[in-house]
């Protein structure tokens, strides 16, 4: 149970739950309003120069733009801050600022029709409100508490990897601070073709088998976006990380849910459940494959619980697919890799210990788009570089959509990572590389807190 207790806390919190909303990379408010009470920061006046409505225009405004407004002034004049601090709801300035539409009056009924709004957004139905995003950050806010829900580390990243962005910023020789190829930096796709030839057991064309997108999240929003089309049907294992929903209902795709079993571990004596485990049962997956499924996502290791699929049981999911039809695709979104505490004995020996690349299993290589990013492996989360890698009929069409997107992910950090991800297979801090150092800087914490949690 402890094995995948602090990755189940880290990422997002264990829970039944049939879907859930990740807490990633909300800023660390509570402290900085802590530092300000205190003295060492100045208060923040982000918006000072905004120009504003004139007293005038204002008494014409909806009731709902008269609300909008004071919230703004108040934000540009520097007044209560603290205020403006204490929630977390959408929609948050890229400073951390938010507008907390509840505590201005705004109410539901107020808000502007959706009738107008465009065809994304009435994809997205009722689903736009304040998520478990803004909801764990202002419990823990108003209460003080450390937030397990944050899926962000709070700490540096590795010496190397800024060491990397440093040199790759001030290397006047290749100077990347300009566009660079838009499917992916040259440097950086050939060092995940090596690495995932590696991995996948066969030789990857970084030109035509990698594409480079901004985080792991714009890889699967495109992923879906070339898969998907009214009426098809995309596999997810609940609990999900709920992002996969809305993003498969922009596509016009329609969610179906395959449940994961939960099996309590049981204490022999007293019968308390003292942890467990969450399992695919094959049955539930066949009960919902059908000819109009487009694609499975596969999330492992998995966000919420923490569980690692087992090589079995992906080899039941390639059997689905193949059941499904040649149209069906299985999305591997396999960002938390390097974070296996404990990974299976028959699996020490992968080049991920404890994880199974999907895209490896026989006759899955065609078939799937295996999805990643550098953030949690190197600690961070805001360089934002994630990429897909897959048979060139699949990669082909992210490619083509990626300039109608962003014409490219940062030049700057893709160097940078281009750079790091050598490094990261040299001894590090008295380990035989950076990734088994991360492992152990996991375990530590994780038996720090099952310790804290039995106490």
Known sequence: MIAHLILACWIAGESP??????????????HRRQQQRSGQLEPVRPYSSLVLPATSSFSSQSPLQRRRT?????????????VLLATDHAPCFDNGFCINAASDGITAAETDSNDAAGEAIQRLGGMTGPTVWSEFGRLAQENDVANLGQGFPDWLPPDFAVESLVS?????????????????HPN????????????????????????VTVGASQALYLCLQTLVKPGDEVILFEPFFDLYENQIKLAGGTPVYVPLTFVPYID???????????????????????????AIILNSPHNPTGKVFTRSEMESIAESVVQAGPQCVVISDEVYKYIVHSPPKEEVGASAPGHV??????????????????????????????????PSHLISPIQQLLPYVQ?????????????????????????DSYYEYLNSKYRRKRDLLGKALKD
Request: proline fraction near 5%.
């Open 17 to 30: 739950a049939s879907s859930f909303r990740l807490p990633s990379n909300a800023p660390r408010q509570h």
């Open 70 to 82: 004071r919230s703004i002034q108040r934000l540009a004049s520097g007044d209560d801050v603290d």
């Open 168 to 184: 790759a910023t001030i290397d006047s020789t290749k100077s990347p601070h300009q566009y660079t190829r838009t499917a992916g």
């Open 188 to 211: 950086l796709v050939r060092q995940l073709a090596r690495r995932y030839s590696t991995h996948l057991g066969r030789t990857v064309d970084a030109m035509n088998e990698v594409a």
């Open 268 to 294: 022999g004596q007293d019968d308390v459940v003292t942890g467990g485990t969450w399992v695919l049962e094959p049955e539930k997956l066949e009960e919902k494959i059908s000819s109009k499924t487009r």
């Open 357 to 390: 690349h999907f895209a490896s299993l026989p006759n899955m290589w065609d078939r799937t788009i295996t999805v990643s990013s550098a953030g949690k492996t190197f600690s961070a989360t805001g360089w934002q570089v994630g990429w897909c890698i897959g």
């Open 407 to 431: 014409f490219c992910a940062s030049t700057v950090i893709q160097e940078a990572l281009a750079r790091s991800l050598p490094r990261a297979d040299e001894p590090y801090e008295g380990h």
